[in-house]
DNA sequence: ATCCCGAGGG
DNA sequence: CCCTCTGGAT
């Protein structure tokens, strides 16, 4: 794509969502950390039913070390990959209680170091909580970067560096939600809807289905 | 059968 | 590089 297809694109993300956001559910920075690891191969509706009744019961790091290994897996049972979710969740908060106060850190490297937290998900906490203009490359923005030819990389990393080159700077902050929605609801996987894409023009993909023709 | 805001391990 | 983990929705 040209760099005022580019441009046009965003500006039509941005017309449409002025204030764009995650559907995770959270209200706390450590909420947000954990509904984004327990996201991981989920759906954000799977993940939001299990955390609505597990942050009552715990929304602080000790406090889910106090809900244990088996608590914590019951909660979160129907999310799915819950075995390692919840070991990896309670390790996590095992290094926060003990090297960060109990707090979420803000830098890459200690967030990344965080057992069930990779890059894709330090991005997210980066940008959603501390307003870092980073690119988390989900499943959605790697389908939609390649389909698009926008960011068209073999692995989620290219894709992230050549979004970070490529996004216009004003756009930066909020790309990752606009992208992430526009890949969801319509460059979705299965039958996407590219009558109502604002880049479908300027797009070579050509799906065999869409939702509209079957 | 395929997909969902991936990450860890071999 | 590959494989595994997993339930729920479509």
């Not at 244990?68 to 390790?91: D, P, V």
């Not at 923005?141 to 979004?163: D, S, W, Y």
Request: aromatic share 6%; glycine share 6%.
């Amino acid at each position: 794509m040209k760099r005022a297809d580019i441009e046009a694109f965003f500006a039509t993300l941005a017309a449409a969502n002025p204030h764009p956001q995650t559907e995770l559910e959270y209200a706390s920075v450590f909420e947000l950390l954990t509904a984004v690891l327990l996201s991981a191969q989920a759906t954000d509706v799977s993940v939001n039913k299990a955390t609505r009744s597990l942050f009552v019961l715990a929304n602080t790091p000790q406090k889910m070390l106090d809900l244990g290994l088996e608590g914590l897996e019951a909660q979160i049972k129907t999310i799915g990959l819950y075995h390692s979710k919840a070991r990896h969740l309670l390790q996590t908060c095992q290094i926060l209680v003990a090297q960060h106060g109990g707090q979420v850190p803000r830098t890459r490297e200690a967030l990344q170091a965080l057992p069930g937290v990779g890059r894709k998900t330090a991005n997210v906490v980066l940008n959603v909580a501390f307003g870092e203009p980073t690119m988390a490359v989900d499943t959605h923005i790697f389908r939609l970067g390649n389909r698009t030819g926008l960011a068209p990389g073999k692995t989620p990393l290219e894709v992230e560096q050549q979004l970070l080159k490529r996004v216009p700077a004003a756009y930066l902050v909020h790309a990752h939600h606009w992208l992430i929605l526009h890949g969801r609801y319509i460059c979705q996987a299965r039958a996407p809807h590219c009558w109502q894409c604002a880049v479908a023009s300027h797009c070579d993909f050509k799906p065999k289905t869409t939702s509209k023709s079957s």
